[in-house]
């Protein structure tokens, strides 16, 4: 059973780098057809997608967030990372680590999660 | 771009039938995932692919599409079955990820 553990700060001042790390159980990162992810919520609001890696550390972000974002691989650890810089209160959310699926069928999905990781903007 | 469309809540009797939509350019060309999020919980994976449950979920869940519309069918809903639903696939113009907004689903 795979198992996905976000670990960080949970407070991150205004203009500061809120980073998380997620570290992979149960399951190897290096095992290709998976695209580890990162979504967040903010408290009462719906999903939204923030980016992903591969094991070999393709990346693909979202255009909103983009300039900000930067997301790590280290295979050694089984973990991913996420570094979001110059946030504020709108980056206030829970974010979740997830391992995507994905296939030349036009399936994909998010089939493991991690518990999620309030991360609160504030000074 | 494209987005992806639910509405924002439905509600069911304990027992009956309840289908929860969603609409997307995307959908012709991807298969949608669905999934359940309870309050304070992780979302959970309910259906996907054509129409696929993960082990341990009930086989009361069922998927379906046509066109740019797909949706997650719950025949007898059950009390523990409150909660919201969120549709997500990939946009078709872009390997962006994309979710809808999410239907908060009420079982009276």
């Known amino acids: 059973q795979v198992q996905l553990q976000e670990s960080g700060p949970g407070l991150v001042k205004p203009s500061q780098t809120l980073s998380l790390t997620c570290t992979v159980s149960?399951?190897?990162?290096?095992?290709?057809?998976?695209?580890w992810s990162w979504i967040r919520q903010v408290p009462g609001k719906g999903l939204e997608w923030i980016g992903y890696?591969?094991?070999?550390?393709?990346?693909y972000y979202s255009p909103s967030l983009k300039s900000r974002l930067t997301m790590a691989v280290d295979t050694s650890k089984s973990q991913f990372s996420l570094k979001l810089r110059s946030v504020t209160a709108a980056d206030t959310a829970v974010y979740y680590c997830?391992?995507?699926?994905?296939?030349?069928?036009?399936?994909?999905?998010?089939?493991?999660w991690g518990q999620g990781s309030l991360v609160t903007v504030s000074s | 771009s494209s987005e992806l469309t639910q509405d924002p809540a439905v509600s069911v009797a304990l027992g009956q039938t309840v289908r929860i939509t969603c609409q997307g350019d995307?959908?012709?060309?991807?298969?949608a995932s669905w999934y359940q999020q309870k309050p304070g919980q992780a979302p959970i994976l309910v259906i996907y692919?054509?129409?696929n449950r993960p082990s341990g979920i009930p086989d009361r869940f069922s998927g379906s599409s046509s066109g740019d519309a797909t949706s997650l069918t719950i025949t007898g809903a059950q009390a523990e079955d409150e909660a919201d639903y969120y549709c997500?696939?990939?946009?078709?113009?872009?390997?962006?990820?994309?979710f809808g907004g999410g239907t908060k689903l009420t079982v009276l």
């Open positions: 997830a391992r995507q699926y994905g296939d030349t069928f036009g399936q994909y999905y998010f089939d493991y």
């Open positions: 149960g399951g190897s990162i290096n095992s290709g057809g998976y695209y």
């Open positions: 890696i591969l094991y070999s550390g393709i990346t």
């Open positions: 995307s959908l012709r060309n991807y298969y």
């Open positions: 692919g054509k129409n």
């Open positions: 997500n696939s990939r946009d078709y113009t872009s390997n962006r990820v994309i």
